[in-house]
């Protein structure tokens, strides 16, 4: 038997589809203060939150005008924003050292209009009592400028909501650079509110079995998992139990990441399309279990790279599953370039018409261009053509034995 618990809900949603388919210290408890920078900041500075002010000319032609001559935004972006947001810019001024503080940081032009989009409060509030310190902050920690240009973390208050979560992530994944990792892989993560999601969120991973260690490398890698709801936390833990996937494996963190980026019904017309194209269930299992993110390839690139591998490689599809790494490669980029490079040099002898196929596809372009392209260029030009698509695929015909 594939599973030792036949009776856990996911599989036997799964063989039902495919049926009807025809086949001591704790270091995640929260510390007293932020070290080194948040006592830094937690005396000096108080984060008051700044109201925009709503305009009673409904044309808001002096906020338009403003948003596009100094803010770069063009005017449709700049209409819209006065729109939704009802700005009106009481103080150039103010506004004006808001940009200019943002300039001194390093921000762009671009990165600016992209932030002000978002956030166009900012121009409100107050430059050096605000949002100097959040800058500050920010740049004490080694963020980059970019990060904080597409997301309105700098909207946010310093004391109550961003040095908090920096200590709650600080007590999970341990350095300031973790952090740095983790955060840009989900940019939003910063913006999850603290007590409602990352907390029960960190409990519910916890009350699944999860050892410390195991947590830390899940958020390192999918930080999002702090704004997922405790059920579904437990559903997927459930589902990947289920799946020969439990909290021991080292591959779980990776299975818990995709299987949380996609919900439980696509999950199973996934199965059912692989299962529909002639691959077996165990078979998928396995190599979801190895490469869990063939499950997030669209229907379309599937349905072309099993077909290719089967029709035009000759490749049994159970020899394709156990190399599930190759069903993420671009087939018109990747996949059909390297085969017109194989061809050719089978064409020329150079390689044997034995040659594993499927192989030889695999690894770094590299390494590939090593051992194949660079190898015989000054040979056979045609090799180099044949890498940068300038010659068309048309099988191995004669070529295989």
């Known amino acids: 038997m594939l599973f030792s618990s036949g009776g856990r809900r996911l599989v036997v949603l799964i063989r039902r589809n495919a049926a ?36 009673p000319n409904p044309s808001h032609t002096t906020a338009a005008s403003y948003l596009v001559a100094s803010c770069g935004l063009s005017p449709a972006a700049a209409a819209a924003v006065v729109s939704s ?25 671009t990165q600016i209009a992209s932030l002000i989009r978002q956030s166009p409060r900012l121009l409100l509030i107050d430059p050096d009592k605000i949002l100097r310190p959040k800058l500050e ?10 990060y904080l240009a597409r997301k309105s973390i700098l909207a946010r208050s310093l004391n109550k909501h961003i040095i908090p979560c920096f200590e709650f ?27 409602k999601k990352m907390r029960p969120a960190l409990q519910a991973l916890r009350r699944g079995g999860l050892s410390d260690e195991v947590i830390s490398k899940l958020v390192l890698i999918h930080i999002g998992v702090l704004g997922l709801a405790p059920d579904r936390i437990a559903g997927i833990i459930e589902d990947l139990e289920a799946l020969d996937l439990p909290v021991s494996d080292s591959r ?8 949380s980026t996609i919900s439980r019904e696509k999950w199973l017309q996934k199965v059912a399309l692989y299962r529909s194209l002639g691959v077996s269930e165990g078979d998928l299992l396995r190599a979801f279990r190895t490469q869990p993110s063939i499950m997030l390839i669209s229907e379309e690139s599937i349905k072309k790279k099993l077909r290719f591998f089967l029709e035009d490689l000759k490749v049994d599809l ?5 190399r599930p790494v190759v069903i993420g490669y671009s087939l018109e980029k990747c996949i059909i370039p390297r085969c017109v490079v194989l061809s050719v040099l089978m064409r020329k002898g150079k390689i044997d018409r034995g040659t594993d196929l499927l192989r ?27 890498y940068e698509g300038k010659i068309k695929f048309e099988g191995f015909k004669d070529q295989m034995v």
Do not use: C, W
Request: charge should be positive; hydrophobic fraction near 45%.
């Open 20 to 55: 009807a388919a025809g086949g001591g210290i704790n270091p995640f408890q929260p510390q007293a203060h932020l070290q080194p920078h948040g006592a830094r900041f937690s005396h000096r500075y108080l984060s008051t939150r700044t109201a925009i002010a709503p305009d």
């Open 85 to 109: 947001h009802g700005v009106r810019i009481v103080s150039t001024a103010k506004a004006d050292a808001v940009l200019a503080l943002l300039r001194h940081y390093g921000f762009s032009d």
């Open 137 to 146: 902050f920010f740049a004490s920690l080694g963020f980059p400028v970019g």
């Open 169 to 195: 992530l600080r007590g999970i994944l341990g350095t300031d650079a973790n952090i740095r990792l983790a955060v840009p892989r989900n940019p939003i993560a910063l913006n999850f509110n603290l007590k």
């Open 252 to 259: 779980f963190v990776y299975g818990f990441r995709f299987m």
């Open 318 to 322: 159970s020899y394709v599953m156990q």
């Open 360 to 386: 030889a596809l695999l690894g770094t372009s590299k390494g590939f261009s090593k051992q194949y392209v660079l190898r015989y260029a000054g040979d056979i030009p045609d090799v180099v053509e044949a």
